[in-house]
């Protein structure tokens, strides 16, 4: 499966970005999904990720309540609402898909998308 990523931009402190990972292929919905980040000097961490059907969401501490896992397997799409972004969420985000199963380790995941910058100003 191929993955691209799209919505990240420039917002200031409180304010709120929706990203868009579109998947090509037949077989998405067989994928869990999930959404990384990284930012300058640090190592790519967990944000949220999201079961086949999407009737199962999981998050990071640092973003729940603020963020929103969504996806829709009819038009092979996964999202991530961002709401009261904070200046610490700017990082590149990435979707990745998974064969296995949902997890917070990176090397559960197949396949990522090439990230979307995300800056928050304070």
């Known amino acids: 499966v191929q993955l691209q990523a799209s919505g990240g931009g420039l917002v200031q402190a409180g304010g709120s970005l929706r990203l868009s990972c579109a998947a090509s292929?037949?077989?998405?919905?067989?994928?869990?999904m999930g959404w990384f980040r990284q930012a300058p000097g640090k190592e790519r961490e967990f944000v949220a990720g999201?079961?086949?059907?999407?009737?199962?969401?999981y998050y990071a501490d640092s973003v729940k309540g603020r963020f929103t896992v969504s996806r829709d397997n009819a038009k092979n799409t996964v999202t991530l609402q961002m709401n009261s972004l904070k200046p610490e969420d700017t990082a590149i985000y990435y979707c990745?898909?998974?064969?296995?199963?949902?997890?917070?380790?990176?090397?559960?995941?197949?396949?990522w998308g090439q990230g979307t910058q995300v800056t928050v100003s304070s």
């Open positions: 292929g037949r077989t998405f919905s067989s994928y869990v």
């Open positions: 990745a898909a998974a064969v296995r199963g949902v997890g917070i380790a990176t090397a559960l995941y197949d396949y």
């Open positions: 999201i079961s086949r059907s999407g009737g199962s969401t």
